[in-house]
């Protein structure tokens, strides 16, 4: 395991409440570089939250974020995107009217010399990401909003990945693919864990967790239980973590 | 925005896909086409003589430049019904400034007079649209209700600038915004003609140029040129129209007697373009380069679409909100320049009413109020269609009150083709 020298992330004693209600409460995780992390619990349990203190959509109550081991201030999405942090989210996060490549570079776009925005040059840029990730895509001029689940999919995942992120949180990115875009995203993800990018993964489908993580922390009612090595537990004692809470015997960290 | 092109693949293309153009585009230029045709049977052929194309041009740019701002309004989910109340207190600074502060320190009609007074009609506009903006962005209060309260507000602090007097006579540099004093003459109207054909064609070629490079489908070429044609003779066309509108035999008389000449017998000259045309042809320009080509049309569509997905890519939503409405007030005062330059006076019920036509023009013209779709080309020809249908009713002989039913009628109308066009084409709606 890689879980050796300076974590790429390390989120200290996290909490966040919203009207009294503790999303998140004192929940510390991390992750290292060419490192999948599992993020596991029931609805609610608050991994999503705990995720969007990382990517700048909320703004935690008390606890500290460490990029490299230097203390981070994340106060807005734009400072997530300036430690190259990059987010895949579970409603995608598209403007539904524009096109793929309108979405790609939004908040980025490429400019001519003159500053307008070069939608042939993003076009081509887009095309070109696009070939490598999901080579049957082919509407590149329509509005996003008519395409299909898994096309929908490819395009946040584009996003994500052309930018260079080092960090990479994906917020149940198989849940409206099918099986053969599901394999698809799960060789993306060892194709960026091999460049050493660290990935968050928030799943729910425990045979990926298995497959795809090198750790998993599992969280319940805003807190959490405990992280394992994916490794060193079966699938009854994760779930055993998710559903009851347990810490199992062996294999946590 | 994106209007629906055909596939890469190489199925036969029908001839309005090869024109690539906007099929809703093509439906509001059939219904003005049915308007003028109408009207003009009805009149006898005098609604189309380039006498009343003239007036229709100079009464619609009022309500069209706003409408330009409307659209960015409306598609990020904002409405701004203060635009009327909002001209009228930018036309009562401008009044004031022009014929009872300035002429104290410079005199009347001194070259100074206008600059100063269009600058601070445009800092009033600017500076109502940032507040308008502020409050809906940062403090996170409705644009319905801030915009409503300004409706109520803006027009009664002009009220109290004027102590509700008509301000005028207005400074006579100033009265060129307006229209009928203000035109440019045949010659320029068509070396400015030629200049915009020019521009028109150097603009499709270039995008034509820009696909090429990246190995892009692009349309046939027969196509591309047929739009070229189309664009040139539109530009062409109009210009010619008003080129042909003679200036009265009587006021040409009176300028040559106040130059001290005596006017040749059978002299003749043209109106040409309205400055005020001219000033709105540059603001539809500049809209649509900053709806297409910049970062902030971008966002604004992006923030339209959905504001999460625009918040979460770092775009500052609320700072997004404060510029749209600035560009808003902007709008306002310039349409306040041509109102009152127009009418000759500040009056206290300048632009009454202006926020629904604006409103009304910005939706006739296809701008969606969920957000997120809308043209700038599209709210201008939604004003153009209001006002030909006004003044063509108004040319018949339509009492005032069956005026209001039919244009009433005509927005629902249109916003509900709208939806059904949105629903066949397999749209959201």
Redesign the interface.
């Known amino acids: 395991m890689s879980t050796r020298g300076t974590p790429l992330v390390e989120m200290r004693d996290i909490s966040i409440a919203f009207g009294g209600i503790k999303a998140v409460d004192h929940v510390t995780i991390d992750l290292y570089p060419g490192e999948v992390v599992g993020l596991l619990g029931h609805n609610g349990a608050g991994k999503s939250t705990l995720i969007k203190c990382l990517?700048g959509?909320y703004q935690m109550d008390s606890g500290a974020i460490y990029i490299n081991g230097e203390k981070a201030e994340i106060r807005?999405?734009?400072d997530a995107?300036a430690y190259n942090i990059e987010?895949i989210?579970q409603?995608?996060?598209?403007?539904?009217?524009?096109?793929a490549a309108?979405?790609l570079f939004?908040?980025?776009?490429l400019?001519t010399p003159f500053?307008?925005?070069d939608d042939?040059?993003m076009?081509?840029e887009t095309r070109k990401i696009m070939g490598r990730l999901n080579p049957n895509f082919?509407k590149f001029?329509?509005?996003v909003?008519?395409l299909s689940g898994g096309q929908r999919q490819s395009v946040a995942i584009a996003r994500a990945v052309y930018f260079n992120a080092r960090i990479l949180i994906m917020d149940e990115p198989t849940a409206a693919l099918g099986p053969h875009e599901t394999q698809m995203v799960a060789e993306l993800i060892e194709e960026l864990k091999a460049q050493g990018l660290g990935i968050f993964l928030i799943e729910h489908d425990i045979h990926n967790v298995m497959r795809l993580c090198d750790r998993a922390s599992v969280m319940k009612n805003g807190q959490l239980v405990g992280t394992v090595n994916v490794n060193e537990v079966t699938d009854e004692d994760i779930l055993g973590m998710i559903i009851l809470g347990k810490k199992p015997e062996g294999g946590t960290v | 925005?994106?209007t629906?092109?055909p596939?890469?693949g190489g199925q036969k293309r029908t001839l309005l896909q090869s024109l690539e153009l906007d099929t809703r585009l093509l439906g509001m230029i059939g219904a003005f086409v049915l308007i003028c045709l109408v009207f003009n049977v009805i009149t006898d052929g005098r609604f189309l003589t380039p006498r009343n194309i003239f007036n229709l041009s100079i009464q619609t740019v009022s309500v069209a430049i706003m409408a330009t701002g409307m659209v960015f309004v409306i598609v990020t989910r904002h409405i701004d019904l203060s635009v009327g109340a909002v001209l009228a207190i930018c036309s009562s600074v401008m009044g004031v400034m022009q014929v009872q502060l300035l002429p104290q320190f410079f005199g009347i009609g001194h070259p100074l007079v206008m600059p100063l007074t269009v600058i601070a009609g445009l800092l009033t506009g600017a500076a109502i649209g940032a507040l308008n903006g502020w409050l809906i962005g940062y403090q996170r209060i409705p644009a319905f209700i801030v915009t409503l309260g300004g409706l109520l507000i803006w027009r009664n602090v002009g009220w109290y600038l004027t102590d509700g007097q008509t301000v005028g006579p207005l400074d006579q540099t100033f009265m060129l915004f307006g229209g009928v004093e203000g035109t440019v003459g045949a010659a320029l109207s068509w070396a400015l003609a030629v200049f915009f054909s020019v521009l028109a064609v150097l603009g499709l070629w270039r995008a034509r140029q820009?696909?090429i490079?990246?190995e892009?489908p692009v349309k046939p070429l027969w196509a591309e040129g047929a739009l070229m044609a189309t664009a040139v003779a539109a530009i062409l066309g109009f210009v010619a129209i008003l080129n042909s509108y003679a200036i009265p035999v009587g006021r040409l008389k009176r300028e040559f007697d106040a130059r001290g000449e005596v006017m040749p017998e059978g002299y003749i000259d043209y109106f040409g373009l309205p400055i005020s045309v001219l000033m709105l042809v540059v603001i539809v320009v500049v809209m649509t380069?900053i709806a297409r080509?910049?970062?902030l049309?971008?966002?604004i569509?992006?923030?339209?679409?959905?504001p999460?997905?625009?918040?979460?890519?770092?775009?500052?939503t609320r700072m997004l909100t404060v510029k749209i409405f600035t560009l808003m007030g902007v709008l306002c005062a310039i349409s306040a320049m041509v109102a009152q330059a127009r009418l000759a006076n500040h009056t206290n019920d300048i632009g009454s009413l202006d926020e629904l036509r604006v409103i009304a023009a910005a939706v006739i013209g296809g701008t969606a109020l969920a957000g997120?779709?809308g043209t700038i080309y599209g709210a201008v020809l939604g004003a153009v269609i209001m006002q030909s249908l006004q003044s063509g009713m108004a040319m018949v002989g339509v009492d005032a009150p069956f005026q209001n039913i039919v244009v009433g009628g005509v927005l629902v109308l249109a916003v509900w083709i709208d939806i059904q066009y949105r629903k066949r084409t397999?749209?959201?709606v």
């Open positions: 990517s959509a807005n999405p734009r995107r987010t989210y409603t995608l996060a598209l403007a539904d009217n524009l096109d309108s979405n939004l908040g980025r776009e400019v500053g307008f925005v042939a040059q076009e081509a082919r001029k329509e509005p909003k008519a | 925005m994106n629906p092109t596939q890469d820009a696909k490079r990246h892009f380069l080509k910049t970062r049309g971008r966002y569509f992006a923030a339209g679409g959905n999460d997905a625009a918040e979460l890519s770092g775009i500052n997120g779709i397999g749209e959201k």
